[in-house]
């Protein structure tokens, strides 16, 4: 069965600072793997996906996601952490049964910039 | 270009009420899908729908849980008879027609639903 992992259930990181949300995944077949943020009170926002081609993806507000084959992981990157940043992350796994996206989310990590 | 849409935001009922959630997608997009999140949990896939058809409805509980899709108009989710477990926050997706996997899924704001 599909799975994925986020280990840390929050991740603290001073402004300026680079920032790292982990993420681990298992399937059969391959991966199709995507990151959302979620901010108070608010529904997700699509942030990156990898599907295939390169291993470092880049997505929107800056953050990128680094996709590991060997590792089964596919951590979400950003070079300098802002304030605004602070939100709940989700990654997200294609349950590759059917033809189309049945997302399996992990229980997601709270990311905290502090100034 | 509006986003997704629901309503309403908030949701109070009484046990055994019945709870109607809608969702409007994106201009265009003819794929809905619903999850669900409890407290402090990830989201949980309950259904996915195309216009007038129910493709994957195996994240939704068999018993007071239905959803529908209809030719005109929002996407319902349906939950009879309330009880406190179904207390959690709705979501709503859409996404683009055609090959539904290549695309990713728009959220909307999601309904809070609290059963008292």
Same mark, same amino acid.
């Given at each position: 069965?599909?799975?994925?992992?986020?280990?840390?259930?929050?991740?603290?990181?001073?402004?300026?600072?680079?920032?790292?949300? =982990?993420?681990?995944?298992? #399937? $059969?077949?391959?991966?199709?793997? *995507?990151?959302? %943020?979620?901010?108070?009170?608010? /529904?997700?926002?699509?942030?990156?996906?990898?599907?295939?081609?390169?291993?470092?993806?880049?997505?929107?507000?800056?953050?990128?996601?680094?996709?590991?084959?060997?590792?089964?992981?596919?951590?979400?990157? =950003?070079?300098?952490?802002? #304030? $605004?940043?602070?939100?709940?992350? *989700?990654?997200? %796994?294609?349950?590759?049964?059917? /033809?189309?996206?049945?997302?399996?989310?992990?229980?997601?990590?709270?990311?905290?910039?502090?100034? | 270009?509006?986003?997704?849409?629901?309503?309403?935001?908030?949701?109070?009922?009484?046990?055994?009420?019945?709870?109607?959630?809608?969702?409007?997608?994106?201009?265009?997009?003819?794929?809905?899908?619903?999850?669900?999140?409890?407290?402090?949990?990830?989201?949980?896939?309950?259904?996915?729908?195309?216009?007038?058809?129910?493709?994957?409805?195996?994240?939704?509980?068999?018993?007071?849980?239905?959803?529908?899709?209809?030719?005109?108009?929002?996407?319902?989710?349906?939950?009879?008879?309330?009880?406190?477990?179904?207390?959690?926050?709705?979501?709503?997706?859409?996404?683009?027609?055609?090959?539904?996997?290549?695309?990713?899924?728009?959220?909307?704001?999601?309904?809070?639903?609290?059963?008292?």
């Amino acid at each position: 069965a599909q799975s994925v992992a986020q280990p840390e259930d929050q991740v603290n990181v001073a402004e300026g600072n680079p920032l790292t949300v =982990k993420c681990t995944y298992s #399937v $059969s077949g391959n991966p199709y793997l *995507f990151w959302y %943020v979620q901010y108070p009170n608010r /529904g997700l926002q699509f942030l990156l996906k990898y599907i295939t081609g390169d291993n470092l993806v880049k997505g929107s507000y800056g953050f990128e996601a680094e996709f590991n084959k060997s590792q089964t992981s596919f951590h979400l990157k =950003k070079p300098s952490a802002l #304030v $605004s940043d602070s939100a709940l992350y *989700f990654c997200a %796994v294609r349950d590759g049964t059917g /033809g189309y996206n049945k997302l399996i989310f992990g229980a997601g990590t709270r990311l905290a910039v502090h100034p | 270009n509006a986003g997704v849409m629901q309503n309403p935001r908030h949701l109070v009922r009484r046990r055994g009420q019945e709870a109607r959630l809608r969702c409007s997608p994106m201009k265009g997009h003819s794929h809905v899908y619903w999850y669900r999140q409890l407290p402090e949990e990830g989201l949980k896939f309950m259904v996915y729908l195309q216009k007038e058809n129910i493709i994957d409805e195996s994240g939704m509980p068999k018993e007071r849980f239905s959803a529908e899709f209809p030719k005109e108009g929002p996407s319902i989710l349906r939950i009879q008879q309330v009880v406190r477990g179904d207390s959690a926050a709705y979501f709503c997706a859409s996404s683009p027609p055609g090959t539904s996997f290549l695309y990713e899924q728009y959220f909307g704001p999601g309904t809070r639903l609290t059963v008292t």
